[in-house]
């Protein structure tokens, strides 16, 4: 992906590293499954940005529970989660 190729983007090393570090304070539970590289041109201007899928990260392994209150009378489970979906 290119870096912000359009003009008066960011194209600063400095400051495409500082947009990523917001990016990733930004979204905590997800920037964790990902490596982010930038290349830049030996000037400190960013001239490529990509992003990989870190392996072996499996998001559905660390998935949360959830715990739903509820005033409904329904005992069966799995009528009671349908009415949620």
Not at 1 to 30: A, C, D, F, W
Request: net charge positive; hydrophobic share 25%.
């Amino acid at each position: 992906m290119p870096v912000s190729t359009q003009k008066g983007g960011t194209k600063k090393l400095g400051k495409v590293h500082q947009r990523i570090g917001r990016l990733k304070q930004k979204y905590p539970s997800v920037h964790k499954y990902y490596d982010i590289t930038v290349t830049d041109n030996g000037k400190g201007v960013a001239t490529r940005a990509s992003c990989t899928h870190k392996k072996g990260e499996d998001s559905d392994k660390k998935a949360g529970v959830y715990f739903l209150r509820t005033s409904l009378n329904e005992k069966e489970e799995r009528t009671l989660w349908c009415k949620f979906q």
